[in-house]
């Protein structure tokens, strides 16, 4: 399964675009919701990136099983977990951020299995930015 499409967002049974994304984390919110009955954003498995180095900057990080997924709005970046901080899916050379550490901690999606109606985060996102995988 290929974890990034021919339009640059990122997939894993569903897709994030970052230019759509408006920020409001009514998809962190139901997964929290998912995970623990009560709107725990701690227990998210999909969370709001704010960058700090743009105002009004933000993407979403996504947790996979073996990857991190993080989709800006200049493109989707794949995070192998445990690599070292210098290694990614392109082989670029890349600095380690701290940050990213609570994220890990998280279970991976589970695209909520038990759901009846599907992953909460697509069901719940206004602007159609997280879709399911066709």
């Known amino acids: 399964m290929d974890l990034i499409n021919h339009k640059g967002t990122a997939t894993m049974g569903v897709n994030i675009d970052a230019l759509k994304c408006i920020g409001c984390m009514a998809c ?4 929290g919701y998912h995970r623990d009955d009560g709107f725990a954003f ?3 498995c999909i969370v709001l990136y704010r960058g700090r180095e743009k105002k009004n900057y933000f993407g979403v990080i996504l947790k996979e099983e073996e990857r991190l997924v993080v989709a800006r709005p200049e493109g989707v970046e794949v995070k192998i977990i445990g690599a ?6 392109s082989g670029e050379k890349k600095d380690e951020d701290a940050s990213a550490k ?7 999606c589970d695209l909520c299995e038990e759901m009846k109606y599907g992953p909460m985060c697509v069901k719940v996102c206004p602007v159609d930015a997280i879709t399911l995988e066709s």
Do not use: H
Request: overall charge negative; hydrophobic content about 35%.
């Open 28 to 31: 962190e919110m139901a997964c």
């Open 42 to 44: 701690l227990s998210a």
């Open 84 to 89: 070292s901080g210098d290694e990614d899916t």
């Open 102 to 108: 609570p994220m890990l901690l998280r279970e991976p």
